[in-house]
């Protein structure tokens, strides 16, 4: 049995949330009800993130794998087809799993894995200076995220409008990215690869990046030709690297309509 964490909500056909590294299911938490009335949503936590164990020592958490472990989950949750949405890592993860599984649509909000080559540097170390200020200073920090102006200060590289954040959801980011156990692995796991397309998506597919995203830059980490022929290219104005909180509305119509083009394209 896996020991991934989730949550289930909402009613239709099953959509699957995966986060971002250095976060977890919460991340969604913005979005979640909206959802839940067009999709059965299941919010995962990847293995090492959240409430879920690392993946064993002897496996290597790379994107790949953590998608097996999510298969692993659906399986024991009969979730077959289901549409996919993943933000940074996580659309990494969602890419990964529908080459290995049937799956309805996909919706990457800013995913990772499409530059050139290895990571380039500056988001190994915008990511690394994230993870030491979280958990060396993350009192400190909760603090700061209390008021308008220290969530700015605070979350403004991975948000776009970090004043408009509650400080709830503020201190959960700083939290989830201080004290996860699988970031170090699954971070060097990344470093050294990108998404290569080894099996046919057939799946509708949208890739959107924030309008202020600042940690994937467009000259270095927006290449989209490993992606299916026919994803659509979206931006996300105004939103940053993680915008399911910066405009949760334009997330859930990303996502919906993501959805209304695999019915329509199952009706034929």
Excluded at 26 to 42: C, K, M, Q
Excluded at 155 to 160: D, P, R
Excluded at 163 to 182: I, K
Aim: aromatic fraction near 4%.
């Amino acid at each position: 049995m896996t020991s991934l964490a989730y949550t289930r909500s909402g009613t239709g056909a099953p959509l699957v949330l995966l986060h971002g590294i250095g976060a977890s299911r919460r991340a969604w938490d913005p979005v979640v009800s909206a959802l839940g009335e067009h999709f059965t949503v299941i919010a995962v936590d990847l293995p090492g993130f959240g409430d879920s164990d690392p993946l064993p020592a002897h496996v290597e958490p790379t994107p790949a794998a953590l998608a097996a472990a999510t298969a692993e989950l659906l399986g024991e949750l009969d979730v077959t087809n289901p549409h996919l949405s993943g933000n940074s890592l996580g659309g990494w993860v969602a890419l990964e799993l529908a080459a290995t599984r049937p799956a309805a649509s996909l919706t990457l909000l800013s995913p990772a894995g499409l530059w050139r080559g290895d990571a380039p540097l500056y988001d190994g170390v915008s990511l690394r200076a994230s993870r030491w200020l979280s958990r060396h200073a993350g009192a400190i920090l909760s603090r700061l995220v209390s008021n308008r102006l220290g969530r700015a200060l605070v979350l403004g590289q991975t948000h776009g409008r970090p004043m408009r954040l509650t400080a709830e959801y503020a201190r959960t980011v700083v939290h989830d990215m201080g004290s996860c156990p699988g970031f170090e692995e699954v971070l060097s796991a990344t470093l050294n690869r990108r998404f290569l397309a080894t099996a046919p998506i057939s799946a509708p597919v949208t890739v959107a990046f924030g309008s202020r995203d600042r940690l994937l830059l467009r000259h270095q980490s927006r290449h989209v030709d490993q992606l299916p022929p026919g994803t659509r290219v979206e931006a996300l104005p105004g939103c940053g690297h993680q915008p399911m909180a910066d405009d949760p509305d334009a997330v859930t119509a990303a996502i919906t309509r993501t959805a209304r083009r695999a019915v329509m394209r199952q009706r034929g």
